[in-house]
């Protein structure tokens, strides 16, 4: 029963969200981006990224 739950549940994925993450990830060369999901909604971003020094 627990797993119908589950499967009924959608993550909320809005064309904004889907533009901040690709706008995240077009602007650093080097990092990472994380998506924090709660409730099935996109609820914050995180970008962190790495400056290499040669």
Avoid: H, P, Y
């Avoid at 994925?13 to 994380?34: P, R």
């Avoid at 998506?35 to 909604?41: E, L, M, P, S």
Wanted: glycine share 6%; proline share 0%.
């Amino acid at each position: 029963m627990a797993e119908e739950k589950k499967s009924q549940r959608k993550t909320v994925v809005t064309e904004k969200d889907l533009q901040a993450i690709v706008d995240f990830v077009g602007t650093i060369q080097f990092g990472a981006v994380t998506i924090v999901i709660q409730d099935g909604k996109v609820i914050q971003l995180e970008k962190s990224e790495k400056l290499r020094i040669k």
